[in-house]
């Protein structure tokens, strides 16, 4: 192990994921976030609620990491044992924090609750140790020291351990803002990040079109390492450099490897850092002053959702329709019913999906509305029509007035996977068709289309 | 450790997991069926492709496990090294094994290709161990017995290893026919788990009403563990019997401790095992022949997704209408329009609550409706209503013609966190209330309704 390298571990705590009752997603997380910021992560290790268990691993991994993040075992309950874990981990008492005291005081006096002595314990903390702030819950995160003596293995080590609460919206925030400036990182060492979204392709033919960009030995040469990764449909490409560079050539090494990503991804990248989807498209509808409106079956809501989850979406995002039975199809959105009947061509199909579209527009009246129906599955396939087949429209005014035609785009799609996989893809699908409408790009062919 | 106990440990392998570029689910997967088989999982490691890591980590884990399964690794490539580990940590050779040498073979003639000399690498077996058949793909799995000399810590220990691909649709069926039956389990040994889940409680006023029942040494006394978790709103209480009673009187200890947990949640407790409230919810409908129709705002849509994430929920929830803008309040379900004007009582308001809950039964001719406006913030608050104020109205009718005033439930709350947990809280709020309706229990006051 070269000295220039810092290494993490990641712990998460909890009966619940040790036994496969809850899925850990922190972890993963977490080994996102500190690969980003130049560290090697080593290993995870998921231990149960139990001090000896938790506190061997603390000492073990202290041995040979110079940052442990642990997740889990804060909570005010008897079962969480991770302050105890810490404490005796570092050879440290427990002592009770009046700071972050009269932070757990102010959340629930906020909350017009009292607090009790059960919840005063979530104010302890190591006597040589820090809390870490927590705006999003009860319990305060901890910092210490955990030292391991001089011995065979070499000279004495030093660790760096934070202790996060569990729930993903309390850790996520307190990591970002409290922990990653706390890192001792090493001096002369440089790491840029970067990361470009794409949708549409596959994350292999992406990799085509990347070519060498991906190579594995590219740091050893002083260049960015690329790589992608694919999540519900989008593939991110990651630039990371690490390495002697001054602050300045590592950017512009980094400005120049993006520049072959675009080249590569062409009209499939959408945007980089935090954009999602649903965040570039409400933007581009914010810049041209103009609206949306939602007419959702199989998703039923997923896709106004992850609109409305973004602050400031009223804007732009008017409303939505979830017409899931085929009765609320004719009556909100004027789909005939004889389409719907025995002969038509049903409520999954290319013109249930236009009129949907063309409906939405006029019953919300938006200058856009997007229309999904489809079969999400695991029941509800017929014959030619099976489980994963999504029909997609966009309708947009094409005068304010809205007097003509609409434009419509009108398209289908073989989703695979499981139900909350069909789902999702279709949301994210019709978003797509619509950035590519706002954008200006050709509607091309998107992944799954059929 | 009492030696009746069967441990076990789960190992991930893999650069692409310690990085966080994949997620494991495989960890979590193998937990619950070492659960079912009665195994108690001391931990789940994760581990990058470095031989000396795995080693290490498996040499570590048999000193206390009683078996190790593996995830990983042994595919074709360079850094597939799974193979070396094991024999390495059996202090074995690798020797080509024919049977599974015809195997692999056998794969590649079935699909018109031929195999090359880096597929023939994935015959190989550590000299003592055997290979585990694999129907979905070409690496086989692997069995191994890693010995830890008699030393301080106690006599011998024999540890089975088993190794298993990591692609789920190779790995699930290679464990479920293969890995589960060789198992030497411990005879006379008991486990069994449940889980009951509650809404509307702080964990810590839970824990509070469980008491002793919650006493970290309760499997010492030959009694069940109960343990919470909390997740999005939703407190879960986990009980796990272990210990040498027989099958027949662990689960009457468990009815016993279930009781008790069950008198101590009280009216909070919707459901048990995958019951969620969404899933809760939709079954009481079901079992009442009733359907649902939704109205939101500030969920923009997030509460109809719960509900319609769930297959076969098409014959119970109708439909939903996002009346995110004022326009659209009045216009789908007639708020009034000088109720939403200045002077009026607004948007989020108990007046507009009710009115978009018995508009909605309206619209959408459903039997119930629910209808939920709020401030979810980081904007929009406004003097005397902060970011987090949310009302939730849920209206029923009254008869099957619906002639009579519909019977409605409007209760206000301040909802705390980021606007993701605003949202959340609320769409579960949402459900919790029509749940307490459905279930004909109290409408007890909910945690954070003011």
Redesign the interface.
Known sequence: MSSTHQFAAIVSV????????????N?????????DAGLV?????????DLD?QVQ?FA?LAASADVIVCSGGL?????DLTRQVLARAMGDALVEDPIALAQVEAFYT???RTI?A??RVQAMRPASGSTIPNH??TAPGLQGLIRTPAGVAGPERRCDVFCLPG?P?EMF?MFEQHVLPRFRLTAGRTVRTRVLHTFGLAESDLAQRLGTLMDRDALLKGQPMV?T?ASGGVVSVRLRYEGSATPEHASSLLDDCERQVRDGAGVYLFGTGNDTLASVVLSLLRQASQNLG?V?S????????S???I????AC?????????N??KTQ?VGVPEQQLGPGGPGAVSSETARAMAVGGLRT??TDHAIAITGIA???GAMPNKPVGLVWIARASTTSRSNTGNPDVDCRPFMMTGD??SV?EWAAKTALAMLWQHLAGVPAMKLLRQV
Chains 1, 2 share one sequence.
């Open positions: 909890g009966d619940e994921l040790v036994l496969g009752q809850t899925l850990d997603t972890a993963r997380w977490l080994a996102q976030r500190l690969t992560t080593l290993e995870h290790v998921t231990v149960p609620d268990a691993a073990r909570g005010p309950t008897s079962d906020a909350r017009g009790s059960m919840n999003n819950g729930p919206r925030p790589g990764t939602t959702e199989c998703t039923g809501g997923l896709l106004s959702a609109l409305t989850d602050p400031g979406s009223s995002f008017g409303g939505g329709l979830i017409t899931y039975s009765a609320l909100l919300l009246g599955g695991p029941d139900r909350a789902r």
